[in-house]
């Protein structure tokens, strides 16, 4: 099982990244979706969910209007665009795969926003 980040990296404030998880040897289509983000000194909170299938899509609130999750199913590959980046959104960020049996943890990519 691997779940591969990529797209992080540094950027000024109000600027656009948009991260993407490539997933492998699972079956990614059965699984929900989220990203994760862990800043220095801080815990690891949940930043957007996405169902199996698409349908639904959650966003905890200092995200909301500037974070987008979408997903890829015939890629195996899910995304977050993130947009007006603060200077507050600098963390890794981390892909999470999981459903009823399992959950699989990516190994980060760093988001660093500064002017």
């Known amino acids: 099982v691997q779940l591969v980040e990529a797209g992080g990296g540094l950027v000024q404030p109000g600027g656009s990244l948009r991260l993407s998880c490539a997933a492998s040897?699972?079956?990614?289509?059965?699984?929900?979706m989220s990203w994760y983000r862990q800043a220095p000194g801080k815990e690891r909170e949940l930043v957007a969910r996405i169902t199996s299938a698409g349908a639904i899509t959650n966003y905890i609130d200092s995200t909301k209007g500037r974070f987008f999750i979408s997903r890829d199913n015939a890629k195996n590959t899910v995304y977050l665009q993130m947009s007006s980046l603060k200077p507050e959104d600098t963390a890794v960020y981390y892909c999470y795969a999981r459903n009823v049996l399992f959950d699989y943890w990516g190994q980060g990519t760093q988001v660093t926003v500064s002017s």
């Open positions: 040897g699972f079956t990614f289509s059965r699984f929900a």
